[in-house]
């Protein structure tokens, strides 16, 4: 193996200071852009491979975030992370990525990990397990050691950190008005998130909606169910219960029972319609193609890189934590009914 | 922020070596049963949080697996991702995820994050412009370094190193025979996958069918394009081309071809049938659903890291680097004929 120079050496030899070298190295702005290059080319010139650690200890930024994520076939995380890794680029800063599965256990080990790899922020959004049992220590470890944190979809009022969210109450009440405007009396709520926070609010939103209804609707009904049962569930409700509209919590539920319901014979959306949450790619080739709440996770990742970067270049204590919400759309195609 | 009990702190407290600490913490088949509990709760109770940078250098083992994959939102590397976290976790490994987003730079400065951050193996499939390019040497810094790699999916033959693949030339030649049988004749190859290894092998595997054909069938027409244009493409080709069956190179493009050519009027598969890699979820809700190659996307995750572990484990010189062919399905439904 090749003996490797190390950033000292590099330093000796171009006559000037380790973090100069670094600095230089990592592009930061305190280098007059001559430096840079002179750095640059003797780096390249001896070899030199940049220890990012060693320079993590030596100036307290490593130029990567760490972003853990709770499902990764979960085409709403991947486009959300899609976004962050983007943005982070576009600033020159690395990102990392862990998944917990959705386990406590493994987003505890996903925190310690990143602790350890010198990240200067990190984006989470929580697992469900961490929602439903709200053990929240490992991420106030974070704060202990002052590294910036931002909770993007999944988040806790437990943690005072930087937040973004939809208005999951807002959205969900909306769809549902929406589907009750187009003459449905019995919508059903169906999710296969249950024990998020994104889905508490949204079965809230879905319930006060019926309860503001001012003509007379049926009651609220909630299906919580798995992506392996959904399909036994949902024909088990339709055989005992009337139901003429879908409010799916995630795309799954949606377009699984957009399937489902005419496969056992009802008329979409002449008998049942359907709203899912969260406009990813299966919705634009179902047949018919799925009335959905955008909830723009692009642009969620995107905004929550921002607002992490502006926390990291302003200091942690900079400024009182912000809760920003990223509005959602809700687009109407063939699966809801067009007139009112 | 509450001190921190070191490494060394604790081992003397404990009254043991630095490298029993790290083990007994790492759970390592050295330490007895006995010493872990011993090692773990003495841990707990100063509030030991483990540096794994500092354990990694002295240890030489961080238990943890990088991953660079080419594109997030593709549901191909989202499922193998799975797979290999899941697989990992199995084996008390952690797994950090680099995106490369089909970009060379971005590939090279993920292998310099991992090369840096200490891992014991890397599992990489190669972005879209690497293997245009042919530009290699970013891997075989990793080789230099004797730190394992497994290539999977997009491979090349450049890199002596474990792989592992689906048979990608004969799962077109077969997709292609399928169609053929079924009588279609005008059969075009789309994709929006160009420039990568496994799109040039379904196309030679394609072009070797229809040669094979012992009817008289059309050339061999290739229609590369990307999500944004395919549109527009496939139209414009299918006004001027006689078209009876589509093989779809990639999801994207066999389930946004189906979905067009019935918007144009043509019935599937009375007029033209549909085939596409590789069996993700957008498949099923399709109308009508599609005839896939399935690729076992999670299963070859799973592999690729019990392939590597075996490296890590037995040393990297240890045996031949091998190529392991993940054995895929044609998974008929109703987007081919089902008469021949």
């Known amino acids: 193996m090749e003996k490797k120079v190390t950033l000292k050496e590099l330093a000796k030899v171009l006559n000037v200071s380790v973090a100069t070298v670094s600095k230089a190295l990592n592009d930061s702005y305190d280098i007059s852009e001559e430096t840079k290059i002179r750095v640059k080319k003797k780096a390249k010139e001896l070899n030199y491979v940049p220890n990012i650690i060693a320079q993590s200890l030596k100036l307290k930024k490593s130029f990567s975030l760490g972003v853990i994520i709770p499902n990764i076939t979960d085409e709403f995380f991947a486009r959300a992370v899609h976004g962050i890794t983007k943005e982070a680029k576009e600033n020159k800063y690395k990102t990392l990525i862990s998944i917990s599965n959705e386990e406590l256990q493994s987003e505890r080990e996903s925190v310690d990990t990143f602790l350890n790899s010198n990240i200067d922020g990190l984006l989470i959004s929580l697992a469900s397990e961490t929602q439903m049992k709200k053990q929240y220590e490992h991420i106030k470890k974070i704060q202990d ?5 931002v909770l993007f979809d999944r988040v806790t009022d437990e943690i005072n950190c930087d937040k973004i969210t939809i208005d999951d109450f807002k959205s969900a009440y909306d769809a549902t008005y929406f589907l009750l405007r187009k003459g449905c009396k019995n919508v059903v709520f169906l999710s296969t998130i249950s024990n998020t926070s994104v889905c508490e ?31 036994i569930e949902l024909k088990k409700f339709l055989d005992h219960e009337e139901v003429d509209g879908i409010l799916g919590a995630d795309e799954h539920s949606a377009v699984a029972s957009l399937h ?41 990742g995107k905004n929550a890189v921002q607002i992490l970067l502006s926390r990291i270049q302003n200091g942690y204590l900079d400024k009182e934590m912000q809760h920003k919400i990223v509005q959602t759309n809700l687009i109407q195609r063939k699966s809801t009914r067009s007139k009112s």
């Open 260 to 300: 489902l319901v005419q496969n056992l014979g009802y008329k979409v959306p002449g008998q049942i319609s359907v709203i899912g949450f969260t406009n990813g790619s299966l919705t634009k080739f179902t047949v018919p193609s799925l009335t959905a709440i955008s909830q723009h996770s692009e642009l969620m």
């Open 201 to 231: 609010l949204r079965k809230k939103g879905y319930a006060q909606a019926l309860k503001d209804s001012k003509i007379k609707v049926g009651a609220t009904r909630f299906l919580e169910v798995t992506h392996e049962n959904l399909e």
């Open 145 to 149: 050691q002052e590294i910036p944190i």
